[in-house]
């Protein structure tokens, strides 16, 4: 059977809006249960300024707290080599994740540098990684569109690659931070960067913004990526801005993955069970769709 | 521009299952709405028992009122040849609609027949339309999946296509009547099927139940549908119960083609427009996502 690596990201993306400061604890509980489930990498936190993401600001506190597994790959957000320092210092963070913007605009807004800067940055941080013993990846965000500028040309993406390729990251991944992507782009562009970048493993993160993050993941797929991230819940964006939406869920992705013969290693009801807990802690339906649904087919192969 | 067919079915399979009964006038300004977006061919009304679907009652009424438009083929929803006679009887219905199930104990629940009767009756009533001067197709449903039997084989839906083929319907449509598909599935049944009543157009049917909806869209369009089903607003499923669900959103289905670059002829700030003032009517927001996010890019190619 085939294999798609998933990467748990609701610790993070999944939580980083929330406006509700999410007790350490629960952040804890939801890393326990991700790993029950049979996750094996998940970015568990970021290490930014607290004043601009609040909910991030326990950090250090989450990686003390983390379980000490020897199979379980932590990954700490980081968006420049004071971040990548503090991530480091604690110990438990085993890969460093960069973030590269696609666009000028976007990454003055996210993190006050510009595209090129933002790349640099990268290279910068993946190296730490490297010299600290460590792995470094690097996601390009706004990969198939821009809040700011719109629409992202494919050959700006590209060439960001081909550059952000020279730091040796173990990964390269494509976010489509808006939920804006199609999945003809997705083929696409998962298609040049791979062409682009051989050898460099592909990874997706897509957002169901527009109801189009599952066609985008099996687009990704299906063109050869091998990583997907994915939020217990479909977790993500803010509930307060009505235009907001969530991360693709786990469950969802996995849902369809495994029915469509492509193994996760996760496990469907464990998932289904920390969505609903999530739904608990965070007192609300989360996104999600196939935690709402019957099981299919039943255990015992008789449905009803 | 490659094209891809919508048919709308807010009006029969997204209000079906509504314990609200809808007034008729609100059904029509639907039915008003989806013609001023572009629609061209509708599902309006199913002619069932009453007492079964007490929403689809009005359906002699609901067609007194159809706008004239010879440019709109209006679809009427039968199960059988006393269905077919009360759609012929309105003088309004352009095709009949016959829905052939995979598995008997779903023909059983659903419209009282065996499976093979149920094709029996779908020939019967694809050969009435014709007598009458009317046009014919038939939804195979649970083609892939059943809440009864679970798994339903591939060969089982290909040689009722090609037995349902022999009446010569205009189309054969595939539907996921309970949302169990998933993309490598819908790859493989369209294509088999296709290859099995060359020359018949084969139409899809999803319902997004576990959130797999649009990539079983893309799926089934890279495999060589040309028609694909969906309700304003992912209508559809009942809201009293938790695990039910739409079908595909056809302003999400809309968003998603044509900006891979596949035309539906259709108006998707119109279609967004409907999905508001439907939310109104039903009192509730609905489940598609586009009509709840921000534009993208914006008309004057500026995002914020």
Chains 1, 2 share one sequence.
């Not at 509980?29 to 609040?54: D, H, K, Q, W, Y």
């Not at 992507?181 to 696409?188: C, E, I, L, R």
């Not at 849902?255 to 996760?266: C, D, F, P, S, V």
Request: net charge negative.
């Amino acid at each position: 059977m085939p294999m798609i690596e998933m990467v748990e990201v609701a610790p993070r993306d999944g939580l980083q809006n929330e406006k509700t400061q999410i007790a350490t604890a629960d952040k804890l509980a939801l890393i326990e249960r991700a790993i029950a489930a049979g996750v094996r990498r998940m970015e568990v936190t970021s290490f930014v300024n607290p004043r601009a993401v609040p909910q991030m600001a326990d950090a250090e506190a989450v990686c003390a707290g983390l379980p000490e597994r020897a199979d379980v790959t932590y990954i700490g957000l980081v968006m420049n080599a004071r971040g990548a320092a503090r991530a480091l210092a604690t110990g438990r963070i085993d890969q460093l994740g960069a973030v590269s913007v696609a666009t000028d605009t976007f990454a003055m807004a996210n993190q006050g540098q510009t595209s090129d800067g933002s790349v640099a940055a990268a290279q910068e941080i993946i190296a730490m990684a490297r010299a600290a013993g460590k792995t470094g990846q690097v996601t390009i965000a706004a990969s198939f569109g821009c809040p700011f500028a719109g629409e992202v040309a494919e050959d700006r993406v590209v060439a960001m690659a081909a550059e952000l390729a020279k730091a040796d990251p173990v990964e390269i991944g494509l976010a489509d931070t808006i939920g804006v992507g199609n999945p003809a782009h997705v083929t696409s562009l998962v298609g040049k960067v791979r062409a682009a970048v051989p050898g460099v493993p592909v990874r997706v993160h897509f957002h169901n913004t527009r109801g189009t993050g599952l066609a985008n993941v099996w687009a990704a797929v299906q063109a050869g990526a091998v990583t997907v991230d994915a939020a217990i819940g479909g977790l993500g964006g803010c509930p307060f801005a009505p235009g907001a939406a969530g991360n693709v869920s786990t469950e969802d992705v996995v849902y369809m993955l495994e029915r469509a013969g492509i193994g996760t290693g996760l496990d469907l009801a464990a998932l289904i069970a920390a969505n609903h807990w999530l739904g608990g802690v965070m007192d609300r339906t989360l996104p999600g769709m196939v935690a709402k649904a019957p099981p299919f087919p039943k255990q015992d192969g008789a449905n009803q």
